[in-house]
């Protein structure tokens, strides 16, 4: 990748703050931080991803470490859920959408030509801001991917899928005895950790959240914050969030992005209470957002 060339055609930008003092962000900022792992899941070198000619990621680094949970926190249109959805090829459904750069898990490139990328997305769940549980059964929708992926020899087996996916987005106990009524008949929590059950049945590596508690009441927020936090024994966890309170609560890392650059990553106590960068500083501290 030629960064020389994207640093000509992006003039220095800017950060408003609301006390009207600007922040400048360097064409060659370089993320502050840690960055880098020694056990890494996944491991993403100099991402750019464009939409048509406007770029909205800009030469991002990162390594996620395996049953981490890393936040990405930042202002709306920075660059969050563009940069998720580099991990499970979600933008190649997207029109106009490309990147270059590197992402590997345990070491394969995500983007190789080669590459299944059904698999990929069963190895690479994804859990999103909205619940959107398919117009099916509670039961068939934990069933449908272990299915279609052929992980189940038998009705036995899949029952047994089916209820330990259950249990493991903390569902079974509230569903056991309806699982044949609609998904979407549940409350909007019911309903997301339907999804999160949904993305376990496959058993994928690592689960991508995008926001998954703004649609969700205090109380099914906790719920799914608590989850989180049990998740992560199993798996590897990203996740975005627009409450700082969020990523405080449920992340061990957080990395925070400004107009499309990842300006800073480290333990998230460590952001919140002595952050590195002085944007990272003026964001947490309530000055723009
Ligand atoms: N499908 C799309 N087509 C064109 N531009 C997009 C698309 N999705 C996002 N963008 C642009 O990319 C930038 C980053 O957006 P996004 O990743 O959604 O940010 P965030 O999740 O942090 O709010 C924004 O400027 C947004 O307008
Ligand atoms: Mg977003």
Same mark, same amino acid.
Request: net charge negative; hydrophobic share 35%.
């Given at each position: 990748?030629?960064?020389?060339?994207?640093?000509?055609?992006?003039?220095?930008?800017?950060?408003?703050?609301?006390?009207?003092?600007?922040?400048?962000?360097? +064409?060659?900022?370089?993320?502050?931080?840690? =960055?880098?792992?020694?056990?890494?899941?996944?491991?993403?070198?100099?991402?750019?991803?464009?939409?048509? +000619?406007?770029?909205?990621?800009?030469?991002?680094?990162?390594?996620?470490?395996?049953?981490?949970?890393?936040?990405?926190?930042?202002?709306?249109? =920075?660059?969050?859920?563009?940069?998720?959805?580099?991990?499970?090829?979600?933008?190649?459904?997207?029109?106009? =959408?490309?990147? +270059?750069?590197?992402? =590997?898990?345990?070491?394969?490139?995500?983007?190789?030509?080669?590459?299944?990328?059904?698999?990929?997305?069963?190895?690479?769940?994804?859990?999103?801001?909205?619940?959107?549980?398919?117009?099916?059964?509670?039961?068939?929708?934990?069933?449908? $991917?272990?299915?279609?992926?052929?992980?189940?020899?038998?009705?036995?087996?899949?029952?047994?899928?089916?209820?330990?996916?259950?249990?493991?987005?903390?569902?079974?106990?509230?569903?056991?005895?309806?699982?044949?009524?609609?998904?979407?008949?549940?409350? $909007?929590?019911?309903?997301?950790?339907?999804?999160?059950?949904?993305?376990?049945?496959?058993?994928?590596?690592?689960?991508?959240?995008?926001? &998954?508690?703004?649609?969700?009441? &205090?109380?099914?927020?906790?719920?799914?914050?608590?989850?989180?936090?049990?998740?992560?024994?199993?798996?590897?966890?990203?996740?975005?969030?627009?409450?700082?309170?969020?990523?405080?609560?449920?992340?061990?890392?957080?990395?925070?992005?400004?107009? $499309?650059?990842?300006?800073?990553?480290?333990?998230?106590?460590?952001?919140?209470?002595?952050?590195?960068?002085?944007?990272?500083?003026?964001?947490?501290?309530?000055?723009?957002?």
């Amino acid at each position: 990748m030629n960064t020389s060339n994207i640093a000509e055609k992006e003039p220095k930008t800017t950060a408003k703050l609301s006390s009207e003092q600007t922040l400048e962000i360097e +064409d060659n900022h370089i993320t502050v931080g840690s =960055c880098f792992s020694d056990n890494p899941k996944m491991t993403m070198r100099n991402v750019n991803v464009f939409y048509a +000619d406007k770029q909205a990621i800009f030469d991002v680094s990162l390594d996620i470490e395996k049953n981490e949970v890393i936040a990405m926190i930042g202002p709306s249109g =920075c660059g969050k859920s563009t940069f998720l959805r580099t991990l499970n090829r979600m933008n190649d459904t997207v029109d106009g =959408c490309r990147m +270059d750069g590197d992402i =590997c898990m345990d070491g394969d490139d995500l983007y190789a030509p080669k590459l299944d990328v059904v698999e990929l997305r069963a190895r690479v769940g994804m859990v999103f801001q909205k619940p959107n549980p398919f117009p099916k059964s509670i039961y068939d929708n934990v069933a449908y $991917g272990p299915k279609i992926h052929g992980l189940a020899d038998s009705r036995v087996d899949l029952d047994e899928i089916v209820e330990n996916s259950l249990r493991k987005a903390s569902l079974w106990e509230e569903v056991k005895e309806r699982l044949h009524q609609p998904g979407t008949g549940l409350s $909007g929590g019911q309903q997301q950790r339907l999804c999160i059950a949904r993305a376990i049945a496959v058993s994928p590596e690592v689960i991508l959240m995008d926001e &998954p508690c703004s649609a969700l009441d &205090p109380i099914a927020t906790a719920k799914i914050e608590e989850l989180i936090e049990e998740l992560s024994e199993n798996f590897t966890i990203a996740i975005v969030t627009h409450s700082m309170q969020q990523a405080a609560r449920v992340s061990h890392r957080t990395a925070y992005f400004h107009l $499309g650059k990842l300006i800073e990553v480290n333990p998230t106590e460590q952001v919140f209470t002595m952050p590195q960068h002085q944007l990272t500083e003026a964001y947490i501290t309530g000055r723009f957002g």
